[in-house]
C-alpha cells in the first residue's frame, strides 16, 4: 500500500465586473456560478445612475479562462477583469 499526501492548493481570483443594472448583476452572477467551484461576493457598490460594481472572490473549476468572453457579452455588463488573488485584499 502506498499512501501520498498530496495537498491541492486551489488559486482564488477575484473578479470585479460593473454592471449598468440589477438585472445584469443577477444574470452575471447567474452565469459566473456556470464556471466556477465557489463564489462569494466580497463587495458591491452601487453607484445611484452609474451602474453597481461588484468584487467576487471565486475559484475556478480549471484553467480555462474563456468563459471570460461569455460574462463580458451579457447585456448590461460594461467591463469584467479577472485578478489571481493570495488572499489578502488591501483597498
Partial sequence: M??????????????V???RDAEAEKELLSSLGRFVKRMNI???AVRGGRGIELTVETRLKDENTDFMHELSSINGVDDIVMVSYN?????
Fill in 42 to 44: 466580497k463587495s458591491k
Fill in 87 to 91: 488572499g489578502e485584499l488591501a483597498v
Fill in 2 to 15: 502506498i499512501f501520498t499526501n498530496k495537498t491541492v492548493r486551489e488559486i482564488p481570483y477575484m473578479f
Fill in 17 to 19: 465586473v460593473n454592471c
